[in-house]
């Protein structure tokens, strides 16, 4: 099995549990039973052997990882256990995960900050506001790479304006178009002057026809190792623990109509995004800001 030079993965396990009540989060207050909590933690497990394994199997490759789990992550020990492994590993070039920050965050001492990075939501209603900041600015001490946003909802403007007065002019803070909204002009605008690059989500992208980088080097993986291009096409392409997707890497058109997500049009190369966000796609950090 030869991979590419680089292969970006997005990894979600059968975990789906979180300890928010979102309203507009369809896994709020999910409970995983301890049997569900035992497969995911294996899969990551077997998952984070396999991403190492490489590091002999394939050592021309450079492998960055995105976990983006239904549920909470980092209020489990093996998630931020999987993070810390993989960020001192030699063929990692970036680990990052979307979190709430609801855990504690002094276990990222342990990690080779120059390679994890965090991917933070704030969720006005879920936590005190004091207490996600005073996280934000700890993070800044430890030196970690982290973007942190919220989701574009008129209740959510003035705390996400607060926020960006009180975080340091480094870190960037992104806004997500609510789902299935439309914005005005004029409600449009007062999102992007907090995150300059909020018209990339104000809309979906078209994308049928369009090339993008999944299924080439970058793809979606979940618990049992089924490689698709990404989390939003059904379509496999083999297996990772068997090395059977690796045959099928390859430029391909979109399939899809649009595409209305972060973590699937950055991916359009048509949009350039990986030049706005250089060095932090993965952790959605725009060339120039952070670290």
């Known amino acids: ?21 979102c309203p507009y989060c369809p896994f709020a207050k999910r409970r995983d039973t301890p049997g569900q909590l035992r497969a995911d933690r294996a899969a990551l497990d077997r998952f984070t052997d396999w991403v190492a394994e490489q590091a002999g ?10 976990f983006t789990p239904w549920g909470e992550g980092l209020v489990r020990s093996w998630y931020r256990a999987a993070v810390t492994r993989l960020s001192h590993l030699a063929n990692v070039e970036r680990v990052a995960i979307q979190t709430n920050l609801s855990g504690r965050v002094e276990w990222l001492a342990g990690c080779d900050r120059s390679t994890a990075a965090l991917w933070a939501t704030f969720h006005p209603g879920q936590t005190p506001y004091d207490r996600f900041l005073a996280k934000c600015r700890r993070l800044g001490e430890l030196g970690v790479r982290f973007s942190v946003g919220v989701v574009g909802l008129p209740e959510h403007l003035a705390d996400a304006r607060r926020l960006r007065a009180d975080l340091a002019d480094g870190v960037y803070l992104w806004v997500n178009a609510a789902e299935g909204r439309s914005y005005t002009d004029a409600e449009a605008a007062l999102w992007q002057e907090l995150d300059p690059h909020f018209h990339y989500s104000r809309d979906p992208h078209r994308s049928l026809g369009l090339a993008c980088r999944t299924g080439d080097t970058v793809v979606s993986v979940d618990g049992e190792g089924t490689v698709r291009r990404c989390h939003f096409l059904p379509t496999e392409l083999g297996n990772l623990y068997d090395g059977s997707f690796a045959a099928r890497l390859r430029p391909r058109p979109c399939p899809a109509a649009s595409c209305d997500c972060h973590i699937g049009y950055v991916h359009l190369e048509p949009l350039d995004l990986y030049e706005v966000f250089r060095g932090g796609v993965l952790e959605r950090i725009p060339a120039g800001w952070g670290r």
């Not at 680089?6 to 009540?21: E, K, N, Q």
């Not at 199997?57 to 990882?65: H, K």
């Open 1 to 21: 099995m030869s991979l590419p030079e680089t292969l970006s993965v997005l990894y979600r396990g059968p975990l789906a549990s979180c300890d928010y009540d």
């Open 57 to 66: 199997a394939n050592p021309g490759t450079r492998l960055s990882v995105l």
